[in-house]
């Protein structure tokens, strides 16, 4: 039982791990950052990185209830960003040149 409480616990904390809410400054390190603030208002939103791997980068952009408004998607070997609106067309679907 106590082997089972723990990889619970364990499980919980890694899950935990996965997602994580990134400030206007963490996300300046990204190389769609320009990308995103030529379409989105970042003052009004709340950044969420709900995926980070090897192959891409999925961003959730929240208002202020919690509501999903924006997901921006970066497909890291292709450098393809997608900039998606909730129940609106697509705002930005094209390559992005990055920084070496």
Do not use: W
Request: glycine share 6%; net charge negative; with cysteine.
């Amino acid at each position: 039982m106590r082997k089972l409480v723990l990889a619970f616990i364990f499980s919980i904390l890694f899950i935990a791990g996965c997602s994580s809410s990134a400030g206007e400054g963490d996300l300046n390190d990204f190389p769609e950052y320009e990308n995103l603030t030529q379409y989105i208002n970042m003052e009004h939103v709340q950044a969420e990185v709900a995926e980070d791997n090897t192959g891409e980068r999925v961003i959730l952009f929240k208002d202020d209830g919690g509501e999903v408004r924006y997901k921006s998607i970066f497909i890291k070997e292709t450098n393809r960003h997608k900039i998606v609106q909730t129940d609106e067309p697509n705002l930005f679907n094209d390559k992005i040149k990055t920084n070496p």
